[in-house]
């Protein structure tokens, strides 16, 4: 008697455990289809134009694993139920057709799997789009996504060569000018030849969010990715300490921001109008800000933008300003201003030059 009783509770555990396992097929189950449905009720909705996308799964990836769980949960539902006398006759073929679903479901994933989900980044900032990019053999499909919560909206689709994925693999340049995200890869593996020159293969409207104020969108700052002041400018003038150089305090530097801009347009070959076709003017000192920094952007349409871009940067030079040269960018700094300055004549048909400072109130 006494190994009867030791023995009832090894056989009564096959009767517990089913029904959880039932229970935990069908949690699975409801969860796979309802992520299912989400995944073409959105495209249908949107005209294609949107698509579901979760950290770094995309429509595909979800779809895929919604699948495999789905089909799994099934084939788990069909072993699991008890299936007595002639119930067999109805239940053998289920088996085999969810165990068949499976195979196929796993088959499409194996087909399906590499597919990457990689945040723009342009300067080290996040520019708050991803690019979602999927290999097969020789083939390649590249999308640029602007997410918005749960879901995500195409503004791009690029071309690459044999099953080549850019993005994954670090093989572009983005810069991003505070109007819009220029974007460059490689269409091969040879990255040699990733420049910046000529049209970019995409133009992306910028993302702001004064929610961060480094990167313009929040968590913008890519991780890793310090801020690093373009090669050969001059720092401001610091004095030595016993710890080691300090940078010498900031001033109010509104009126050296004012003059270098005046400075700009009286070099620029008239008559000089802005993007909407307004003549510009150049904002008195006081009229700009001072709360740690100043500053103002110029787009301008002259005359002749190229003999007009020449003359403002030989200005510049003229004034004791150091030159370099960024990506599509033209730098000058005296140590205390720095100016970037972009001609986009073949983009906008305009100049785009701005004029920065650290800025205390005296």
Do not use: K
């Not at 979602?132 to 689709?157: M, Q, Y």
């Amino acid at each position: 008697m006494t190994d009867d009783l030791a023995a009832a509770p090894a056989r009564s555990t096959p009767h517990v455990t089913r029904p959880r396992v039932l229970l935990a097929a069908v949690a699975v189950l409801t969860v796979s289809l309802g992520i299912l449905g989400l995944v073409y009720v959105v495209p249908l909705q949107t005209a294609g134009t949107r698509e579901v996308l979760v950290g770094g799964w995309d429509a595909v990836a979800l779809a895929v694993a919604s699948v495999v769980a789905a089909s799994v949960s099934i084939l788990v539902l069909v072993l699991a139920v008890r299936a007595p006398g002639w119930w067999l006759a109805l239940f053998v073929p289920l088996r085999l057709g969810a165990t068949v679903a499976v195979l196929g479901a796993l088959f499409a994933a194996l087909l399906s799997a590499g597919g990457t989900v990689t945040p723009l980044v342009a300067d080290g900032c996040r520019t708050g789009y991803v690019v979602a990019e999927r290999a097969f053999l020789f083939s390649a499909s590249v999308r640029v996504l602007r997410p918005d919560g749960l879901v995500a909206e195409e503004v791009a689709s690029l071309a690459t060569h044999d099953g080549h994925t850019p993005f994954r693999m670090g093989s572009y340049i983005a810069v991003d000018d505070d109007q819009v995200v220029e974007v460059w890869h490689t269409f091969d593996n040879d990255r040699e030849r990733l420049t910046a020159d000529g049209e970019p293969d995409a133009v992306l409207p910028r993302i702001v969010d004064a929610a961060d104020a480094t990167c313009g969108v929040p968590g913008g700052r890519e991780v890793g990715a310090a801020p690093v002041p373009p090669a050969n400018i001059p720092v401001p003038p610091s004095t030595e300490t016993g710890e080691g150089p300090a940078q010498e305090p900031a001033r109010d530097t509104r009126a050296e921001v004012a003059t270098m801009a005046a400075t700009a347009l009286n070099a620029a070959v008239g008559p000089i109008t802005d993007a909407a076709g307004a003549p510009v003017a150049v904002p008195s000192a006081g009229d700009l800000p001072c709360d740690g920094s100043t500053g103002l952007a110029l787009s301008l349409a002259t005359a002749d933008n190229a003999a007009s871009y020449a003359a403002i940067l030989a200005a510049f030079d003229a004034a004791g300003y150091a030159s370099d040269r960024a990506i599509q960018e033209d730098l000058r700094s005296n140590g205390v201003v720095l100016l970037s300055a972009r001609d986009r004549s073949s983009i906008d048909g305009l100049l785009h030059f701005s004029l920065s400072a650290e800025c205390v109130p005296g």
